[in-house]
């Protein structure tokens, strides 16, 4: 694993971890301080049926924390009447204003609560990447930068094979397509397999930094493909994806699959509240990182977000300062 690289950036109101493989983010785990612990994937949990959703096949679960409730998909024989207390594993964290997805482990007694919390970042990072050294500071917070930048692209461009790719999720579906630029000379049909190979890889790392799932639909480079030879590259750039499971291949080119949910997806954790002012704190920490010589800086800002900010500054130390005399959604940092 020497191309493998793993940061953990660790600060006042948030904590973050990156894997890097080859020099590009490929996970971005976001932990914030005011997350229900109950609905952190992993968790297990006590919960009590609160309503059947026949038409949905499931059961709104009451996991002692208030709305959104969880959701624990039913089968045909599976009907546990309301008010049932019952042993619970979160296996998808809330997302879309819906609550976390949830399996059911066994019956259970007493008020719903959290019986064992999931996993932190430290210990998620050292399942995606064992026994790889943990870099931290100023290089982890230029990580969590870049990772979070690239979660939130649209997708590719890999001048070396001719690949543009874009990703774009809708409520129904997320559509990936891969597009084609041959270089002068370069043999055509070659350079679709390449450019469908390293498009289904790109495609794959950036699905997993975004932490999206669901239905995808991936419009490959030209038609009468080799269906054998296209799942085949589906499913090695896919290996790490557990529960993906690979679709038809259409004679348009189309490839279908389905990824299952997991953690929230990091761009609704990037635009949720408090986001713009974690930013801020971040940009702070790693500016008191590498100007070691300035002996105080202030972080400009309004006073709303100075209200959230300032308990988190006080962690920084005495060089760290913040002072609410900027307009709504400026952040400033200056010496002095």
């Known amino acids: 694993m020497a191309d493998v690289e793993v940061f953990l950036d660790a600060a006042p109101g948030e904590t973050r ?28 949990v006590v919960g009590r049926v609160a309503r059947l959703a026949p038409g949905l096949h499931g059961a709104f ?22 008010g049932a207390k019952l042993e619970l594993l979160v296996t998808a964290e809330p997302r879309e204003r819906k609550g976390p997805v949830l399996r059911r482990l066994g019956e259970a007694g007493g008020e719903p609560r959290l019986l064992e919390a999931g996993p932190d970042v430290a210990a998620i990072l050292n399942m995606l990447a064992p026994g790889v050294p943990v870099s931290t ?7 969590a930068l ?15 094979v001719g690949l543009d790719l874009a990703v774009q999720r809708t409520r129904a579906l997320i559509a990936v397509d891969i597009d084609y630029a041959p270089a002068a000379g370069r043999d055509s049909r070659k350079g679709r397999e390449a450019v469908n190979r390293e498009g289904l890889r790109q495609t794959a790392r950036l699905l997993a930094l975004k932490g999206w799932g669901g239905l995808v639909a991936i419009d490959l480079v030209g038609v009468g493909l080799h269906p054998e030879t296209t799942l085949s590259m589906a499913r090695q750039a ?17 490839l279908q699959m389905s990824l299952p949910w997991g953690r929230t997806p990091a761009d609704e954790r990037l635009a949720a509240p408090g986001a713009l002012e974690i930013g801020a704190l971040r940009r702070l920490r790693l500016a008191l990182l590498t100007d070691r010589a300035a ?33 709504p959604g400026v952040f400033e940092i200056k010496e002095g």
């Open 238 to 254: 896919f290996a790490d994806h557990a529960g993906a499971a690979i679709g038809p291949l259409s004679r348009f080119g189309l």
């Open 146 to 160: 870049e990772a979070e930048e690239e979660a939130l692209s649209g997708g590719v461009i890999e001048p070396g």
């Open 17 to 44: 971890g990156m894997v890097f493989r080859g020099g590009r983010a490929c996970a971005l785990i976001i932990h914030r301080d005011d997350d229900r612990p109950e609905h952190r994937l992993g968790a297990r």
């Open 137 to 143: 500071g100023a290089e982890a917070i230029h990580a």
């Open 61 to 82: 679960i009451d996991l002692g924390c208030g709305e959104p409730f969880g959701f624990l998909p039913l089968g045909k024989a599976d009907r546990p009447p309301e």
């Open 295 to 327: 002996p105080r800086l202030t972080l400009h800002c309004s006073s709303t977000s100075a209200a959230i900010l300032s308990p988190w500054v006080a962690q920084l130390g005495p060089r760290a300062h913040i002072r609410p005399d900027a307009a």
